[in-house]
């Protein structure tokens, strides 16, 4: 079985492939590596469904279960990864097939899968979809398709290399509606996963015909702000406004559902960013680039669309974030263990 076969990649900045390769070569331990791949030079993008991307802590997790099993064809077979993997280990391990069901049954031995729920979850989810799993979101992804009915569509932890995720966290999930039991989970899911709210945190669900979406959204508390020396919320929430109502003609309260004073400050500026993406990918569509285009045009546009990101870089990579992020996924984690004790 080929990994990682339908993926194109993407440099940072100026950088080309025979610059990147070239520095690859020159590494000789996996400490030098994580330093390297800390920098973000690049990233692989999925060319095929179910998309995604390869960041670095996912090629540091590839290179993890190489060693681990011997297998080099654990690694994406690109920029000479995998001869990478050869210089460092010293060859000392011999290549092997690639066994997926022992791979899944190590790498989530911690789990204690019953035979069942492992094959369950390798009907429902690759190897290479595993790999590729962020690493505070792994187990509460893998416990959720553990269940009958229940399969993950989507998950992200966010990613310090790429602004337009690191203001939070999202969950997309398929269920069957016939089974009373996922009735029961989305219950416990609004119960404890929104115990993760707070006065600058948003839990959003949104509950679809077979699915359900959780998205974490935050912003700085009002002390990180002040001793930082940082704009406002309501200073970033009037530019985000008057770009809206000048530069797109779209006022973001025309709903009359929508009263901005009865929403807190992170509710009204996750309204906001939404209704700039949404008016953004509206202008897109008007205008349908051609693809060489399209890329420039969202070069253009995309800043536009993460004011808030960039405005609170500094909050994003903080531990503060990072942690809040982890007891999200701790919460749904929590949830699915115990959904599967009682299936």
């Known amino acids: 079985m080929k990994l990682f076969t339908q993926y194109q990649i993407k440099l940072s900045g100026d950088l080309t492939v025979e610059t990147v390769s070239n520095q690859l070569n020159h590494i000789h331990s996996i400490m030098e590596l994580r330093a390297y791949l800390d920098g973000h030079p690049f990233t692989l993008e999925a060319t095929s469904p179910p998309f995604g991307c390869m ?117 997309s999930i398929s269920l069957d509606d016939g089974r009373a039991e996922n009735t029961s989970l989305v219950s416990r899911f609004k119960q404890h996963v929104r115990a993760v709210a707070g006065d600058n945190v948003k839990i959003t669900f949104k509950q679809r015909p077979g699915g359900l979406d959780i998205f974490l959204f935050q912003v700085p508390p009002d002390a990180w702000i002040k001793e930082h020396g940082s704009r406002p919320l309501s200073d970033v929430q009037k530019s985000l406004e008057n770009l809206l109502q000048t530069g797109f003609n779209f006022n973001p309260y025309a709903n009359s559902e929508w009263r901005i004073a009865q929403h807190t400050p992170v509710e009204v500026l996750d309204h906001l960013r939404w209704c700039t993406w949404q008016c953004v990918n509206r202008l897109n569509t008007a205008l349908d680039p051609d693809t060489e285009k399209d890329a420039v045009f969202w070069d253009l546009f995309r800043p536009v669309c993460l004011t808030i990101e960039n405005t609170y870089k500094a909050y994003y990579l903080s531990q503060a974030a990072q942690k809040l992020i982890g007891r999200f996924w701790q919460a749904i984690r929590a949830v699915a263990q115990e959904t599967r004790c009682h299936r």
Not at 102 to 110: D, K, L, N, Q, R
Request: charged share 20%; with cysteine.
């Open 55 to 171: 960041r670095p802590e996912h090629m540091l997790k590839c290179f993890a279960a190489a060693d681990r099993f011997g297998c080099s064809d654990l690694i994406p077979d690109y920029l000479g990864l995998r001869d990478l993997w050869q210089q460092i280990s010293g060859k000392a391990k011999p290549h092997a097939p690639v066994d997926s069901h022992h791979v899944f049954a190590t790498m989530i031995s911690h789990l204690k899968p019953s035979p069942r729920e492992l094959c369950l979850l390798m009907e429902k989810m690759s190897l290479e979809q595993f790999l590729m799993l962020d690493a505070a979101a792994e187990d509460a992804v893998c416990l959720l398709n553990f269940m009958e009915g229940v399969r993950t569509r989507q998950s992200c932890a966010g990613h310090a290399d790429a602004l337009r995720y690191f203001a939070g966290s999202n969950l």
